[in-house]
């Protein structure tokens, strides 16, 4: 069984705009093809220290490259920053590369994120190609074209909208994933089946355990990629990738440099739940479909304790949410599944109402 859907996913491929998301060895064929066509100057392999122990033979063994520099970030998010930046550009800048150069994110999201943006300001922008390592980076961050860095506290301050000139998914890669990792990706699954799929949020919320399969991952992607093809520069519909995500960011953001530092996908699957809470209370959203949100992702994710005072200091980060405009916090909220609406302000009152719906 798991070889036939090995077989079909291994020749299908999603596009997106000017390129193409490729699975399986289909996709690194494909990428040897591509790098033989297109002559580049110089091939960086951009990896952090995970990815350099447990992806990179992986992949080498899988495309034929004769010539390639590698550039290697330190892992985490707290590496997601302006210095990694400077030190990854001077290395490509002491090795040659110029604006005939490529480079090969193979990563998760912190080097898919910081890759593309280092490929998209380095000499005015060059290629790069996409090879993500975890669930998230699968089936979120490395597709849509968005790059960018942390800035002081915040998430994500400074970036670009840069395509890669393709985004390959080899599953295999997670086998040497973290077990924290694949939850922390599951919450963009998740995310993306009540934002646009009953189907997928039916066959997911009936079982109280994480699904990652192929066709999993194929169908979150197509999710993403569909939304983004309408509406690439978020003025509109892509806003609802958000949902979860304005309180899940502040949450992230607040618990950062504290022992109870969150994953993304684990701060997500918080908002997921306050933003769930308060579409019920100001559209309706069916209450027995929160409280299964709720109980699925309470099965998932260990429950973390948040008090009064600490409620009031994310509430305060919010403000500084990019997706903020004009001082207005603006939410993603449901009024069914697959029905979002966006640019919601939410009053402070109802935000500490949905913390407690979390932590009853
Ligand atoms: N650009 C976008 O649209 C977008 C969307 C969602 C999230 N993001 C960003 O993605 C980032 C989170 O990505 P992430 O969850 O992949 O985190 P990550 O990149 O930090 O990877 C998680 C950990 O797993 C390790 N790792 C990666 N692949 C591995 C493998 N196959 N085996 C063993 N270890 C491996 C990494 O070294 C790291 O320690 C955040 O910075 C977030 O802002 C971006």
Redesign the pocket.
Do not use: M, R, W, Y
């Given at each position: 069984m798991l070889f036939c859907i090995v077989q079909i996913y291994m020749n299908k491929e999603i596009t997106s705009g000017s390129y193409s998301i490729l699975f399986k060895q289909n996709g690194f064929d494909r990428l040897t093809n591509y790098l033989n066509s297109k002559n580049y100057s110089k091939i960086f392999i951009h990896i952090?220290?995970?990815?350099k122990?447990?992806?990179l033979d992986v992949f080498l063994a899988k495309i034929t490259l004769e010539k390639y520099d590698l550039i290697e970030s330190c892992?985490?998010?707290e590496n997601?920053n302006i210095n990694s930046c400077l030190k990854l550009w001077e290395i490509i800048s002491n090795n040659g590369g110029d604006r005939n150069s490529l480079i090969i994110n193979l990563?998760?999201?912190?080097?898919?994120?910081m890759g593309?943006f280092i490929a998209s300001t380095y000499k005015r922008g060059i290629d790069y190609i996409n090879v993500?390592?975890?669930?998230?980076?699968m089936v979120?961050?490395?597709?849509?074209?968005?790059?960018?860095i942390?800035f002081g506290i915040l998430?994500?301050q400074i970036?670009t909208f840069h395509d890669p000139q393709m985004v390959i998914i080899e599953s295999d890669?997670?086998?040497?994933?973290?077990t924290n990792?694949i939850s922390?990706?599951y919450a963009?699954i998740f995310k993306h089946s009540l934002i646009y799929d009953l189907k997928t949020f039916n066959q997911l919320i009936k079982n109280d355990k994480i699904n990652y399969d192929l066709n999993i991952i194929y169908d979150s992607i197509n999710i993403k990629n569909s939304i983004v093809l309408i509406d690439k520069k978020e003025k509109k519909e892509r806003k609802s990738?958000n949902y979860g995500h304005t309180l899940g960011h502040a949450i992230e953001s607040y618990f950062l440099n504290t022992e109870k530092k969150l994953?993304?996908?684990e701060a997500i699957a918080i908002g997921i739940i306050l933003a769930s809470f308060i579409s019920n209370k100001l559209f309706k959203f069916s209450i027995s479909h929160v409280n299964s949100i709720k109980k699925h992702v309470d099965s998932i994710y260990k429950k973390i304790e948040i008090n009064e005072n600490q409620i009031e200091s994310i509430i305060d980060l919010l403000i500084h949410d990019k997706k903020n405009s004009h001082g207005k916090i603006n939410f993603v909220l449901l009024e069914d599944v697959a029905k979002p609406i966006y640019d919601v302000q939410v009053n402070k009152s109802l935000i500490k109402e949905s913390f407690k719906y979390y932590l009853s």
């Open positions: 952090d220290n995970n990815t122990k447990f992806c892992d985490g998010e997601k990563g998760g999201g912190v080097v898919t994120d593309g993500p390592t975890t669930l998230l980076s979120d961050a490395s597709i849509g074209g968005k790059t960018g942390d998430k994500n970036g890669f997670l086998k040497t994933l973290k990792q922390s990706g963009e990738l994953l993304h996908g």
